[in-house]
């Protein structure tokens, strides 16, 4: 493959062998210049192998890549500033407060963003005087992803972000990566949250045993978009339910037979959940 930046990243035919173990096994994939792209897949699966692939952290064992123009095997440290990484937490800085911690990182970084503006972005900032240590599991989750974007990074990698954040914590978080997503940075995610990867991506990539098996938009991963709808009501005789693909017709329809309102109406779709479930089942 002749290394182009066309997109933000591209393989083909990547792939990465432990012993006689496939984790992962010719992944073609792309992820176009600022696009939020969700890398999904159970346990084992091959993602962080993949992403860590991609950062350079990880030698492949067959296959082509291009991040940002550039093969990550032969990465110099202007394509490294270009990238930010979320990693998960080192524990190297336990004695420096989160304000330390962040202007460490900036020295690393040519065109650095203000720490103070970082740390107010991840929402630290009545902690910047506070030790690492002695943060609590969600706040140090926020003090990694002020790492990974101090550098003010093209590209932003985020192995399972939000993992020990309450739930206020993760609609913050996602707010920040929309708006970084908004300033034109390409962000390439794993999650094990559904909710995460149809609020946050343009598109998903589903990673079973090593294979892409599904590369699609939120909205219509495994069919969901055309899937016929499930109308539920209740009668005097119990809940009813029927699937169609006309779902307003059919609601209009009992409408008329109730002469008004449907008592306990809903209309449902397959969620991403549903989707993604089944076809995780159908690869196993
Ligand atoms: N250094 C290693 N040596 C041998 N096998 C490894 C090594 N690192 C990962 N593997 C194996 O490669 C496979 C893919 O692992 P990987 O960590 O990429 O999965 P993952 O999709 O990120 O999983 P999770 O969702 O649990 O984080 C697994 O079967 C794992 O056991």
Aim: net charge negative; glycine share 10%.
């Amino acid at each position: 493959m002749v290394v182009t930046d066309a997109f933000a990243i591209e393989t083909k035919g990547l792939r990465k062998t432990y012993a006689t173990h496939h984790a992962v096994d010719s992944l073609d994939l792309t992820v176009e210049r600022g696009e939020v792209f969700a890398l999904l897949g159970p346990n084992g699966a091959g993602k962080t192998t993949t992403v860590e692939m991609l950062e350079g952290y990880r030698k492949r064992s067959g296959g082509d890549v291009s991040v940002l123009g550039v093969d990550p095997q032969r990465r110099t440290l202007d394509w490294r500033a270009r990238i930010g990484i979320v990693l998960q937490s080192t524990g190297e800085f336990e004695d420096l407060s989160v304000q330390e911690v962040v202007e460490h990182f900036a020295r690393y970084y040519p065109h650095p963003d203000q720490p103070m503006k970082v740390i107010e972005r991840v929402g630290l900032l009545d902690k910047r005087k506070d030790r690492a240590r002695v943060l609590s599991g969600g706040q140090r989750r926020r003090l990694d992803v002020a790492l990974g974007i101090i550098g003010r990074p093209e590209l932003l990698f985020l192995d399972e972000p939000t993992t020990g954040f309450d739930p206020q914590a993760r609609r913050e978080f996602w707010e920040l990566i929309r708006d970084l997503a908004a300033g034109g940075t390409t962000i390439l995610l794993t999650t094990h949250y559904l909710d995460e990867a149809e609020t946050l991506a343009d598109r998903v990539g589903v990673i079973a045993r090593g294979r892409l098996v599904a590369v699609a938009t939120p909205a219509t991963l495994g069919g969901r978009g055309t899937a016929a709808a499930k109308v539920r009501w209740a009668t005097p005789d119990g809940p009813q339910e029927h699937d169609t693909d006309t779902p307003a017709t059919f609601v209009a329809d009992l409408v008329t037979r109730f002469g008004g309102e449907v008592p306990e109406l809903t209309v449902t779709r397959p969620s991403l959940e549903d989707a993604y479930l089944s076809m995780i089942q159908e690869t196993a």
